[in-house]
């Protein structure tokens, strides 16, 4: 099946810094990719959806000024987490859809801490 | 909008026992609703998924689900838990399908040999 790479797969930095974090389609190009934030013991939440060649599309409560997508190819996505909090110390999951229908494929996560 | 619950964060499991994960979701419109697995250190993979067809099931690794609109329930079944079974498993829900989707909040399985 097709594949979704992410990097890094772990990253520390300290606060107030940024962290850029790149999702992959390896084999196929997706003009749409997710990108998502879990919580320890909790469920993966949607965070936004980037668009090849356009701007993002945020989910409420998200804010766009600290989670800056870019979406610059077909096959790579990334996610820049601003001026970063303890806070924002989360696993981060991409995702891509596949050419069936109702198909996704998940990146392994990033799992960025704050200190 | 959309959501889905699962119940109980850690389930146990004897090896060669009925495996058992339930799902209840709530959706405005026709649900689309899937599972998947994750290993560790592993992207999320597709087990099965529910697109309005046939309301059993059947997925990857002796997998399959039943999509009980009256219940509102989409549940996980596999006859006999192997040790490879563990890893955390998620249910999850799209509105037509269009790929936003909304996910439970997990569970982890443990097989105990």
């Known amino acids: 099946g097709a594949v979704v790479s992410q990097h890094p797969s772990r990253v520390i930095c300290k606060s107030g810094t940024s962290v850029k974090i790149e999702c992959r389609s390896l084999?196929?190009?997706?003009?749409?990719m997710f990108w998502y934030r879990q919580f320890p013991k909790q469920s993966l939440m949607l965070m936004a959806t980037?668009?090849?060649?356009?701007?993002?599309?945020?989910e409420q409560g998200v804010e766009k000024d600290k989670f800056l997508i870019n979406h610059a190819s077909l096959t790579l996505s990334t996610l820049t987490v601003t001026s970063a909090h303890p806070e924002d110390s989360s696993f981060y999951i991409c995702?891509?859809?596949?050419?069936?229908?109702?198909?996704?494929?998940f990146g392994p996560g990033t799992r960025l801490t704050v200190t | 909008a959309q959501s889905v619950t699962q119940l109980g964060s850690h389930v146990s499991v004897s090896e060669g026992a009925l495996v058992l994960l339930r799902c209840n979701y709530s959706?405005?419109?026709?649900?689309?609703l899937f599972w998947y697995v994750q290993y560790p250190n592993q992207g999320l993979q597709l087990l099965l998924k529910?697109?309005?067809?046939?309301?059993l099931v059947k997925g990857i690794n002796g997998f399959e689900a039943e999509f009980k609109k009256s219940e509102t329930s989409f549940h996980l079944t596999k006859p006999s838990a192997h040790m490879s079974d563990a890893a955390e498993y998620f249910c999850?829900?799209?509105?037509?399908?269009?790929?936003?989707?909304?996910f439970g909040k997990g569970n982890q399985v443990v097989v105990i040999p």
């Open positions: 995702s891509a859809p596949g050419t069936e229908a109702y198909e996704q494929y």
């Open positions: 084999d196929f190009q997706a003009t749409t």
């Open positions: 980037s668009n090849e060649g356009s701007k993002a599309t945020y």
């Open positions: 959706s405005s419109v026709p649900p689309y």
């Open positions: 529910y697109t309005s067809a046939a309301t």
């Open positions: 999850a829900v799209s509105d037509n399908g269009n790929n936003r989707l909304a």
